[in-house]
């Protein structure tokens, strides 16, 4: 075992004194230390790169007058340097001189070092400039905004697509409080278009490439039913310290833009449907057929609205009437409508329904509807009815037998298979009624809603002129 000789520095002590030397060449700022004289101490690797002067030009010389500072600057900085480390530490700004004359504008915090026994052995001072202290309040200012007071959503995703960090009108957006979203996956709060979402999330980090304007439909876990519409972008967030920039996330900036979306759409949708009433109305024009004209409307209106429209006309209550006498059935309204069997199958569409729809083609029988059949309430009613499979299943039940087998929502109402949705409205012409027009949807559409209801009407209005003219014919 070696034993240092007297005079000569401990192991442990030498070992000290190059960690610390260590760890003062490695620190982000400029350092600097003087003893309770002034002499310099110290002058990190930092320092040499923010002015110019070595260590070995610094280390030993009284103070920094004369060299890094202009003697008309000297008494005001001592002044702040000394305060500083003799009360609270304050960041205080001033110019230092580079090795080549320039001056520098550095922020600086200067500490008191004591000894145990409470003696001043000096001070040290860290100091860095100014312009990029500036640029990093500038970035924590604006991180700060977006998170607090932009208006644009931000949430900042981490590798593993759990938010790190959400902005306050994101959180607003989302339906969440900021801090219960942290950490926890985003399927948590969203349901339809979550995967959506973290495809994108996927792509911005394996790629690097920002994704802008992307149009994300979602809905959230509280309210399922209504579908909202994010205008995205999306910047990969990278790590600036290391040679390579290490992906620390994505930051995913949105705005609700489901308003002005579903606008687009309802008028995108509403210029369609004047196009194909309009369209429809001129081949229309060219039969000589009334009829032929009425089932010309529906395979113009059928597309993009409705899987199957039906066409059921009212017959008269005595076959050898006069269709066009006042005296008919349905004349004065509702109330002289007989339910059932006064309904027969006209017209339907598209022609050449599947096997399962085979029924629906036209027969000339009196449709087999039960009194509460959507096409009879609508009779009645002299109106529109709207019908959706609730998806209980249907039982029915005898006095004698007891409960029967199940049957499906569609077949039990005479429908093709599949169908989910249905929508009768009556034919009104003349003041009387002359059928009942019956659209349906199958799963894979929403349920009718009142713009289609209106659309319906409007259809139905230009189907009982063509069907109450087809009868007038046939009377002459």
Known sequence: MNVPARGQAAPSLDADARLLSALLNGMEVGLAAMDRDGVLTHWNREAVRLLGWTAAEAVGRVGLEGWALRPGDADAVRGQLLGAAAGTPRVHEFALLTSDGRRVLVRAQAHQVTAPDGRQLGLYFAFSEAGAQVELERSLALAEALMDEAPTGVVLVDADLRPAAVGESAARWLDCDRNALLGHPLGEVLGDGVQELEAALQHVLATGKPLSGVKLWAALRTDPSRRRCWRSEFVRLGSPLGEEPVPLGVAWFFEDITLH???EQEGTVLRFRATQLRRAGQAAAECEDPMEGAVGYLDFVLAGFADYALLDVLAPADAGADPGDPG??????????????????AAVSPVGAPVQAAALEPTGIPARYGEVHPAVRALERAGTVIVSDSGA????????????PVLDWALLRRWPAGTVHGLCTALRSRGRTVGVLTFLRGSGRQRFDRADTAYAEDIAARVAAAVDLAAVGQKV
């Open 393 to 404: 299943p249907t039982v029915p039940t005898t006095p004698a037998q007891g409960p029967g």
């Open 261 to 263: 979306e579903q606008s």
């Open 328 to 345: 008919d059935v349905g004349r004065s309204g509702p109330a002289d409508v007989t339910p059932g069997g006064d309904l027969v199958r």
